[in-house]
């Protein structure tokens, strides 16, 4: 246990310590006036006051020294490293910090009620000089109770305490538990985990750094294996019939760790009214889609839910919310290209057709019809080898990319741009290379970085190293422009490569989308590829909002967002002075003022959210699903061994590790000091030090000085 000091720059005043040594041997002796009635009969005596050589009060110079060195001490702020090391429960009061699981898997066999009811235990076994306290977690961590000694206000806590519609993350929760035993000034500390121990929020190095001495204390909660449903997914099927648009759901429905085949009911609720309803037979481990006939839908949308009948142990998951909506969805227009099988258009068109759901709505134009009047109501202009653009063409595509919308340009042997094109392009495009397989390549680099490219980051196959090219045009980006590579040939060619262009921006394809330059198309990286391009190029990012889920917080600001979620008519009202009301599926509402910076929403629960004008009357109004993360449902548990052992190590490598402020390695030095508080004591020692020189200063000054007569 090394003595440290927190202010160490404060024992330079123990060289203070010389001043009373200076002051005995200086300071010149003070004569005592004596008064006298008569000098007749003194003889007279000449006084010579001289200063002193010699220390005359050893005692009192050294009190004087001692309470100097020991104010000089007390400011370092010194402290024991280590000292609480071998501490336990036993041997004092104790911090008690109690984390406790509210996660949705939580109500699987009441394990919600018996994990309260483990906590109302440690909360009574506290001491009466022990404090608790009392953190909520799912993949977000509140403190309910921080460092209190009264048990009836932790108790009335557990008793208000309910379960959340998050997943288990595990990391917020222990920081913030280490932060409490941290700040705390008595010997004594216990981390107490009570819940299901899911082993998916659990990374095992969530950087925790106990403080030595913490006794971890898991309890985790039986979760013996059942079947447990689930509604994984609502796919809407739209057509256009008798002038109207019609939605057909087709829900997804799984079974696992079952026994057997089982039989369910599936019911579809449109606008709060069962409409329809389908028995379906479930494998024990497996997926079963089940379709309902399609349902009319209105503008602004319908909020519905497949739900089963009968829940199980998990009865979150066993219902699916979703809204069934009219229009949305990107607006491709594709120009040029062979409609037929095997077309550039044709495989475009069933690339984008696999993502469902109305992400894409996808309009074919023969290469020989013009563009005017073409562009109204679209986010995104594709052109396949289109032969031939005439300067208004070519304006009105420009307008169209500097006002914000995409343009992706896939060469070929045909296709041409105006003189004014490389402007437009960021480039100059080469003419179309002679001879079929004089060039083979593939592709060699792209920019994983670049949102493109991201789904390759977790892409399972060959990507597109299989892919082989037999003829593509030479691109080169002018100097000036902001162009730049996001994909090269293994030549070093672009392949890839991208313009912006006012608000929006350009993609320059140097091959086909078809099988005739190369086999891309045949490879299972075209799908993903193709929907990213027009992704990108649209500006909105639909793939990341439209799956939300309960703790997430909506930026309504965002244009990307507000699109995705069908927002934008709503959202709208915001941007001229208007205020808009979120109703949660509970009736909570949240109110977003015109005035407002940035309008954050923030999901609380799963269910329908409807947001709308606020004030009533006939303004827009839309609807946004949240459901809850089904990973959730996976209850395979931790070792509670692996638990100590893990934030056990990590207090034992913080305490070696000296405690270097803020990262996390073990106690703070400010922590242990803190906790110690030994300039307190110093401080005290000091004042009885001086208390003691000031009673031995007056009786030494009472004695032995010279005394001067006076008649």
């Known amino acids: 246990?090394?003595?440290?000091?927190?202010?160490?720059?404060?024992?330079?005043?123990?060289?203070?310590?010389?001043?009373?040594?200076?002051?005995?041997?200086?300071?010149?002796?003070?004569?005592?006036?004596?008064?006298?009635?008569?000098?007749?009969?003194?003889?007279?005596?000449?006084?010579?006051?001289?200063?002193?050589?010699?220390?005359?009060?050893?005692?009192?110079?050294?009190?004087?020294?001692?309470?100097?060195?020991?104010?000089?001490?007390?400011?370092?702020?010194?402290?024991?490293?280590?000292?609480?090391?071998?501490?336990?429960?036993?041997?004092?009061?104790?911090?008690?910090?109690?984390?406790?699981?509210?996660?949705?898997?939580?109500?699987?066999?009441?394990n919600w009620e018996k994990a309260k009811e483990e906590a109302r235990k440690v909360v009574q076994g506290l001491g009466p000089l022990d404090r608790g306290s009392l953190i909520l977690f799912a993949r977000e961590a509140v403190v309910a109770v921080r460092s209190s000694a009264d048990r009836n206000q932790l108790l009335a806590a557990l008793d208000e305490a309910d379960l959340s519609a998050e997943g288990t993350v595990y990391g917020p929760a222990l920081k913030l538990a280490q932060s409490i035993l941290e700040d705390s000034d008595l010997g004594g500390r216990e981390l107490v985990l009570i819940g299901d121990l899911q082993r998916r929020g659990w990374r095992g190095d969530e950087g925790i750094r106990l403080p030595a001495g913490t006794v971890v204390q898991p309890v985790p909660l039986a979760t013996p294996p059942s079947a447990n449903r689930a509604v994984a997914d609502v796919q809407l099927i739209r057509t256009e019939a008798d002038g109207g648009i019609r939605a057909a759901p087709v829900a997804r429905i799984t079974r696992v760790r079952g026994e057997g085949e089982e039989s369910a009911v599936a019911v579809l609720e449109v606008d709060g009214k069962e409409v329809q309803r389908r028995t379906v037979n479930l494998p024990a481990e497996g997926a079963v889609a089940v379709s309902f006939e399609p349902v009319p839908v209105r503008e602004g949308g319908l909020p519905g839910v497949v739900r089963l009948l009968a829940p199980d142990g998990l009865p979150t998951d066993d219902r699916r919310f979703f809204v069934l909506k009219s229009g949305g969805g990107v607006g491709v227009l594709v120009v040029g290209g062979a409609e037929g099988r095997g077309g550039s258009a044709f495989f475009l068109r069933e690339a984008l057709a696999v993502a469902g759901g109305g992400v894409f709505r996808v309009t074919l134009r023969p290469g020989h019809l013009s563009l005017a009047g073409a562009l109204e109501g679209v986010d995104v202009v594709v052109l396949l080898d289109r032969p031939v653009l005439d300067a208004a063409e070519a304006a009105a595509l420009r307008s169209f990319v500097e006002a914000g919308g995409g343009l992706l340009v896939a060469t070929g042997e045909d296709f041409r741009w105006p003189e004014t094109g490389e402007e437009v392009l960021g480039g100059r495009l080469a003419a179309p290379p002679e001879g079929r397989g004089a060039s083979e390549t593939r592709v060699g680099h792209v920019e994983t970085a670049h949102p493109v490219f991201g789904f390759l980051r977790g892409f399972r196959g060959p990507g597109f190293s299989q892919a082989l090219f037999l003829r593509r045009r030479e691109f080169a980006p002018a100097a000036r422009s902001g162009a730049q590579v996001l994909a090269r040939y293994e030549d070093g060619l672009p392949a890839l490569a991208e313009n912006p262009l006012g608000k929006g921006r350009v993609l320059i394809w140097t091959s086909t989308l078809d099988t005739f330059w190369n086999d891309l198309a045949r490879q299972v990286v075209y799908v993903p590829f193709v929907q990213e391009l027009i992704r990108y190029a649209s500006g909105l990012a639909l793939g990341e909002n439209l799956a939300l889920e309960p703790g997430q917080v909506v930026d309504l600001g965002d244009r990307a967002v507000s699109f995705s979620l069908g927002l934008e008519e709503v959202v709208r009202g915001l941007l001229e002075g208007k205020s808009l009301v979120v109703v949660g599926p509970s009736g909570e509402t949240q109110r977003l003022d015109g005035g407002d910076a940035r309008p954050f929403v923030r999901l609380g629960r799963e269910g329908i959210y409807q947001v709308r004008t606020a004030g009533g009357g006939g303004g827009p109004r839309a609807y946004v699903a949240v459901n809850v993360d089904l990973g959730e449902a996976e209850l395979t548990p931790l070792d509670p061994a692996e638990v100590v052992a893990v934030l056990s190590a990590q207090a034992d490598e913080g305490d070696r590790a000296g405690g270097g402020g803020g990262g996390g390695a073990g106690p703070r030095p400010a922590t242990e000091e803190k906790r110690q508080s030994l300039w307190r004591y110093l401080l005290l020692a000091a004042a009885l030090v001086l208390g003691v020189e000031t009673v031995v200063a007056g009786r030494v000054s009472g004695f032995g000085g010279r005394r001067t007569l006076h008649a």
């Open 1 to 110: 246990m090394p003595l440290e000091f927190l202010v160490p720059a404060f024992l330079a005043g123990v060289a203070a310590v010389v001043i009373p040594v200076v002051l005995h041997l200086t300071r010149k002796q003070r004569a005592r006036v004596v008064d006298f009635p008569s000098l007749l009969f003194l003889e007279q005596v000449p006084f010579q006051e001289e200063s002193r050589r010699r220390i005359q009060h050893w005692f009192l110079l050294l009190l004087r020294a001692l309470a100097v060195a020991l104010l000089a001490v007390a400011f370092a702020r010194p402290f024991f490293r280590g000292a609480a090391e071998g501490i336990t429960p036993a041997s004092g009061p104790r911090e008690v910090v109690l984390l406790l699981d509210r996660s949705w898997s939580m109500e699987y066999q009441g």
